[in-house]
């Protein structure tokens, strides 16, 4: 995982200690959990587009990346 700071999502957190505030923004917090899991089968279906155009390439990697690339994609490492 990345490092990277996230302040909307550190913000937030500070807000949803307060009860009230927990209930207004729990519907928003669902929809972008929906959005990004959409975002992230999307992402998924674009790298298996990619390495399927790929397969040529594949003898030329090692079985370590590729199992990680397998991984990142959501398939099965025995495929």
């Not at 992402?43 to 298996?48: H, I, M, Q, T, Y």
């Not at 790929?54 to 398939?75: C, I, M, N, Q, Y």
Request: a negative charge; charged letters at 40%.
């Amino acid at each position: 995982m990345s490092d990277r700071p996230t302040p909307e999502t550190d913000a937030l957190d500070c807000e949803l200690h307060n009860p009230r505030v927990m209930q207004d923004r729990y519907s928003e917090m669902r929809d972008h959990a929906q959005q990004l899991e959409r975002e992230r089968d999307e992402a998924r279906g674009a790298l298996r587009e990619i390495w399927q155009s790929g397969d040529a390439f594949l003898p030329h990697v090692d079985r370590e990346t590729t199992s990680r690339w397998r991984k990142a994609a959501g398939w099965d490492e025995a495929k």
